[in-house]
């Protein structure tokens, strides 16, 4: 588009900046420089707060790494690009992911990876690919990115690998929520999971990720689906025995498959051993912290269960999110049950207390007010 007068420049805008762990985000005038080669700059309309977003500002089982403006579910379009970009132009709707897809390494050529070598999450990367260098300053000083993508910004500059172009026509209000924990759930279950028709399914952790999980479990035509929202609800802490225990009896052996969405050594445990013997399938979702490792009996293997992990849902970002905002398009896909809050990005901070305080599943954050 030769009349975008703003490519080559730099940018000032607004932008929600972390100054330190913990505490609130304050609203700054940032510069944010053009896309060099292989990046794009976006115009984020819509982002939505997740909860590795707080997990990182809290900073409480990572390296800490601030100023940081954070951000990475979002919906935006294409200011300008960089060079050798040729995927993506001005005007373009698009999610920037966390996660990429450069299309060139053995796993973006492997049809059973999403794990791009060169693009793969890196939550202690503060910085751009190209250069080792940030491309947002205030005053000259830089502020760090956050997972390729820091979207708490009214512009980003983010790795084309990065960034799927979507149908013009979706509401970026309602998608922007695909670029994360919606997908990872849906995917779990959709890619992963794979539950035939009819059968059980059991969800551990209700938040959005695991209530996506259901909604995959739905749109497959499960028959029981053991967590909330659901066909039915167990709180693991009414029981005398463990809740593996509980389900095994409710479903004469256990359910064919279960997804894990919580990142809990006892939800993991519990999620493998209460899948049926001979075919049962236990998916895990959930992130543990560091140290974590947990130990099953052998024979729960040689029985004929199966433990699989996944990534953003087992989605490649530009080939595959595409076609995921066409199933919200086609009604295939419900998105607007797990957007409760909304707020203007001059109230950034409400999103974060409603989801510290547990009220919130998703909080749409409108970046014009």
């Known amino acids: 588009m030769s009349s975008n007068n703003t490519a080559g420049q730099v940018i000032?805008?607004?932008?929600?900046?972390?100054?330190?762990?913990?505490?609130?985000?304050?609203?700054?005038q940032v510069e944010v420089a053009p896309p060099q080669a292989m990046e794009v700059r976006l115009k984020i309309l819509f982002t939505s707060l997740c909860h590795t977003d707080i997990y990182f500002w809290e900073a409480k089982g990572q390296t800490p790494l601030f100023p940081r403006i954070f951000g990475h579910e979002a919906g935006g379009i294409v200011e300008s690009v960089g060079d050798g970009v040729t995927d993506v132009r001005p005007g373009d709707h698009v999610l920037p992911v966390f996660t990429g897809e450069c299309k060139e390494c053995r796993h973006c050529k492997s049809e059973e990876s999403n794990m791009c070598e060169l693009l793969r999450i890196n939550t202690d990367r503060g910085v751009m690919l190209n250069d080792g260098k940030?491309?947002?300053?205030?005053?000259?000083?830089?502020?760090?990115?956050?997972?390729?993508?820091?979207?708490?910004?009214?512009?980003?500059?983010?790795?084309?690998?990065c960034v799927a172009k979507i149908n013009p026509k979706a509401p970026l209000d309602k998608v922007c929520i695909l670029s994360c924990g919606i997908s990872t759930g849906l995917?779990?279950?959709?890619?992963?999971?794979?539950?035939?028709r009819g059968s059980f399914v059991a969800v551990f952790g209700?938040?959005?990720?695991?209530?996506?999980?259901?909604?995959?479990?739905?749109?497959?035509?499960?028959?029981?689906?053991?967590?909330?929202?659901?066909?039915?609800?167990?709180?693991?802490?009414?029981f005398e025995k463990p809740v593996q225990e509980v389900i095994a009896e409710m479903t004469d052996g256990g359910v064919d498959r279960s997804i894990e969405c919580t990142?809990?050594?006892?939800?993991?445990?519990?999620?493998?051993?209460?899948?049926?013997?001979?075919?049962?399938?236990?998916?895990?979702?959930?992130?543990?912290?560091?140290?974590?490792?947990f130990k099953t009996h052998p024979m729960n293997i040689l029985n004929e269960r199966t433990l699989k992990g996944t990534f953003f849902g087992n989605f490649k970002p530009r080939s595959?999110?595409?076609?995921?905002?066409?199933?919200?398009?086609?009604?295939?896909?419900?998105?607007?049950?797990?957007?409760?809050?909304?707020?203007?990005?001059?109230?950034?901070?409400?999103?974060?207390?409603?989801?510290?305080?547990?009220?919130?599943?998703?909080?749409?954050?409108r970046m014009e007010a």
Not at 150 to 159: G, K
């Open 12 to 28: 000032r805008c607004k932008a929600a900046v972390a100054w330190e762990a913990g505490k609130p985000l304050v609203i700054e």
């Open 134 to 161: 940030s491309r947002f300053s205030i005053n000259g000083k830089p502020i760090y990115h956050f997972l390729g993508t820091s979207t708490f910004s009214e512009y980003t500059v983010v790795h084309v690998g």
């Open 187 to 196: 995917g779990a279950t959709l890619n992963v999971a794979k539950p035939k």
């Open 206 to 238: 209700l938040g959005a990720v695991g209530l996506a999980a259901a909604e995959g479990a739905r749109i497959s035509g499960a028959s029981r689906i053991i967590g909330f929202g659901v066909s039915e609800f167990l709180c693991p802490k009414d």
């Open 263 to 293: 990142g809990s050594i006892a939800a993991m445990i519990s999620a493998f051993e209460c899948v049926h013997d001979g075919w049962g399938l236990a998916v895990l979702v959930g992130v543990p912290n560091k140290d974590d490792s």
């Open 320 to 365: 595959d999110l595409p076609s995921v905002v066409e199933k919200y398009m086609n009604k295939e896909l419900e998105l607007e049950k797990f957007i409760t809050h909304e707020v203007p990005f001059s109230e950034i901070n409400k999103a974060f207390a409603y989801m510290l305080q547990g009220d919130s599943l998703r909080c749409i954050i």
